[in-house]
């Protein structure tokens, strides 16, 4: 259906669609959340591996960590 990728006239076709469907009003709050989703997905993929592995390391740690004598 789409070998060669997605063409001009596709995606007029798809935003005339987008825009008959939600209207005018509503397309810079779709691009916006669409933005802010693409962003989140990118961060959590390259992610910041040492936030996630201090978060881990906190909840392995006992509670009483108390040093010994």
Do not use: C
Request: net charge negative.
């Amino acid at each position: 259906m789409f070998a060669g990728g997605i063409g001009m006239t596709e995606l007029l076709v798809i935003l005339v669609i987008v825009l008959i469907i939600f209207g005018a009003g509503k397309l810079p709050e779709i691009g916006s959340g669409l933005g802010k989703g693409i962003r989140n997905f990118k961060k959590a993929t390259i992610g910041e591996p040492d936030e996630i592995d201090s978060e881990t390391k906190e909840k392995e740690l006992p509670k009483d960590s108390s040093p010994e004598k």
